[in-house]
């Protein structure tokens, strides 16, 4: 067990679940509730995992039983299920209404009007007030503990649209022939319900005419909103809700007025609820989705593993250990560190607040103000979603919808990434020198020698996922499940191994792993085909080559290193583990679930410890994929009623039209647009509207695809730290106990990098690793390196300007280099920025001008955005020199001035 070296004033972990419910409005639920919540967690997780390893077949090869098989389904059905599963968690998880909202506030008025005007011992008032409890009783979760009626009603309602589509799959194919108006009813599909149908076609209301098909897409996609609203708030809600009665009556506005571009064809509420719910090319289950079923869950899930292990814990441990006792270390610790689970986990705020809760304690106590330690953690939090391999959820979703190969996504984004974080590092580091912050004391930090002897093993998953995904060249699905088995293996042997199991541990690991590849050899399968084939249940199969059958007991040396090392568990359960240090979280959970059996001791059962471990991992990875999934399905509306209504074209020649045809207003509008959309919104919704709405006007104005999505990306992450609606900055002002306000404008100006950099690869996609050639936007080989003609200006002064610019911007933000830079410096600092990293800016406002007045141009041309940054280098070289002889000065001053003595007096 490593020593623990976190700060004491480290949030602990019940103050996180805390902090987290108060700004992603998450119950904290106990006993009955909280065990549901997780069983659900547990078989979401599960359920995912053995999609990602058998796709979508159901069914397995059992020793001496042989094929079982369920069957298998369509991929509606597993979005549905899917999508299902994330409803019933938030509803659990996310209360209708805590009575603080608007309906509350004025349904909370009629109470005391009634007793005002009748008097407080009235029949009315009596009535009323009863009347008012049992209303909070059902939708208000004021405490946000406990699960009311309605929420146990939308479970319910969720849990019907999945049955009717997974096991009535031909009435959804017949949607496609005869329209879904014309299906049958309900009580035609559920005959035991005819008397209730009946009973209520009497009443007037004509259920038994009502295709049941289109009742349960509405109520689907009612839920979906009832959702969002709740785990992402209104505004996202209402964005989608507004899609919807659009695609209904947008054919309603005037084709001859300002907004005619947008005016539609008429359509039917069966075609929209069909076309947003039962169909996988618009809409709820459409792309979106397929991304978060195929690629998304498995690799937050991935990053719960991680996390759950002690991953986290430790990759924090050696980030203080490397930097710690350096000029602002903590805070350059704090970057690195919370860049790396930022791209894990995909969730700015909630890795704010758990990285968080080690690394701003430590800047505070180094000397950094408690508004500048949140401000890193929160800024670095959320750029940790653009670095590579994983970037959160983005990777995957431009993947898919630009169709480039992921290891190419993940090259293109390598180079801005580092840009942003190099950035982070020198603003940290300036700051430190301009308030005098030190480092620790290396007493106080863990030893880095001792960190990586503890610990090393934790970078075999990341080590094996890029080498699945750039060399192996793996599918992102597989790569993913078998990163998790990486996981779990290497923290079962860990849990399995010390100095008396260390030779058989390991000997039996490699015996059984040389029979399987025997096996493969001789029989064509597994030791148990092999025990099945000896046994002359089965005929054998065609035997791999030597080189095949290594290959394969390589694969399955993940599952065979689990199998053994849970053997050795069971037999000494009670033995010491000595490189194992689970996270909080699982020791937590452990401790909690052993006292509710009333077995507490079994909590330091190593056995028990690797179960919690395993179980804690799949329940945290479904409650943060919840949100994402919720945001993911609801936003798939916004690009479904695009493409089905036919809007996309108009509306691509309205924004060009608004746009001017200048590309520079076109990429402020673009950027303004998606930190608005992405305030209080998850980068993944904000990054699917945007690109629906946007992508076409983009690449028509010559902007390659790729980095079009990259540039909606970055600019969506600056929503995280930008007030007034800086969420994760305000997470991170809870943590470090500041203003918000004041860490929100300081995150926000630490995360500028964000704005320049993506208008630097837009202009130079070089700096993306890409070259436009005849089938577009491909990525550079070595033969493109070599062509120097190429190379070296469109690759290595772009990039070569990007980290120059980045350094003047991080001068000019902080005020200081080698000592304070005055007002007109900074001035001065900030347009060697930008000459240096994009000097198009100013020839583009130049060309708008000469447009203005009839004078086409095109300046944004190598001969003159090089000497613009040749320029911009001179002035800062200039600035700098200028800079370090003002430092000089001050530093000869102080020196001639002698400490007085008593001799002197």
Known sequence: MSEDHHDENALSEDEQDELLQEVQRRRTLSGFAAALVALIGISFSAFQMWVAARSYYFGATLPLVGEIELGSLEPLQIYTVHVTFALVLAFLLFPASRGEGFVARSLGRIEPTVSRR???DSTLEGLVTRLGDAVRWVFVD?????????DVICIVLSLLPAHFIVTNYDQRQDMAIVGIGNVDALHEIYPALEPVVTAVATLGIPLDEVSFGLVIGALGILLVLEATRRTLGVLLMSLVASFIVYARWGHFIPRDSLLGPLAITPDTWGNIVYNLWFTTEAGVMST?????????????????????????????????SLTGTRKGGPAKASTVSSGFMGMLSGSSIANTVTTGAFTIPLMKRSGYSPEFSGAVESSASSGGQMLPPVMGAAAFLIMEFTGTPFDEVIIAATLP????FFGMWVMVHFEAVKSGVGGLPRS???DASGALRTGWFYLIPVLLLLYYLVIARLSVNRAGWLTIVAVIAVIALVAAYDERTRIPLLTAITAISLAQAGAYATVGGGLADAVQ?????????????????????????????ILVSVAFILARPLADAPLLDFDEAVDNSAERTAKAIGRPSMASSRAYQFGTFVLKSMDSGARTATTVVIAVAAAGVVPGVISVSGLGPNLASLIESVSGGSMLLLLVLTGIASIIFGMGMPTTAMYIILVAMLETPLVEAGIGLLAAHLFILYFGLMADVTPPVAVAAFAGAGVAKADEMATAVTAFLLSLNKVLVPFAFVFSPGILLLREGADGWEMIGWADVADLGFFVPDVMIPVLGMFLGVYALAVTIIGYQYTRVDTVDRALYSVASILLMVPELSLLVVELLLTLLGVPSHLTIFVITFPLRVIGLVLLAGLTYRNRARADEGESAESTVSTPTVSDA
Do not use: Q
């Open 142 to 150: 004021p405490s946000m503990s406990r699960v009311t009626p309605i």
């Open 288 to 320: 979106p989705v397929s991304v978060s079923v195929r690629f998304i869950f498995i690799f937050i899930l991935f990053g719960a593993f991680l996390e759950m292990s002690g991953a986290g814990k430790w990759f924090i441990d050696l980030a203080y």
């Open 444 to 446: 106080k930090l863990p």
């Open 417 to 420: 990434a580092i840009a942003f």
């Open 118 to 120: 009748t008097g407080p």
């Open 533 to 561: 084939v000896f046994a002359g249940l089965e005929s054998a199969a065609e035997p791999y080559a030597i080189g095949g059958a290594a290959s394969a007991a390589v694969s399955d040396l993940g599952v065979i290193t």
